[in-house]
């Protein structure tokens, strides 16, 4: 991957403070994955950026390069990778990812 892709996706997740790189956006997914971890994250009430990788090809290879992480969705707070689908989904049930987005409820 291009150093300019990989510098334009690291922009992206420092413009906002949680960024989802998903599969269509929040109101019509485009995989289950995505659908649910957007799922939680409006369960979550915050405010984020959704980067539908399915409009550029070269973001969407990109960003597993960006991470070393292979599968989408990815989650970023604070422009850190907090993971995909299984991490959130656990980071939900436990009660970890509501302690982690508390800062930023609407």
């Known amino acids: 991957m291009t150093d300019t892709v990989h510098q334009q996706i690291d ?3 420092h413009e906002q403070d ?17 659908q649910r971890v957007a799922a939680m994250l409006e369960q979550q009430e915050v405010s984020y ?3 539908n990788v399915l ?6 290879e990109g960003i597993k390069s960006y991470t070393d992480w292979p599968t ?7 422009a850190e990778f907090v993971g995909g689908c299984d ?7 436990s009660g970890e990812l509501t302690e982690l987005l508390a800062p930023f409820k609407k």
């Open 18 to 34: 949680i960024v989802l790189f998903m599969k269509g956006t929040p109101q019509f997914p485009q995989c289950g994955f995505s």
């Open 11 to 13: 922009n992206l997740v």
């Open 87 to 93: 991490i959130i989904t656990e980071m939900h049930e």
């Open 72 to 78: 989408i969705p990815q989650l970023y707070v604070k």
């Open 49 to 51: 950026a959704a980067v």
């Open 55 to 60: 409009l550029d090809p070269a973001i969407r």
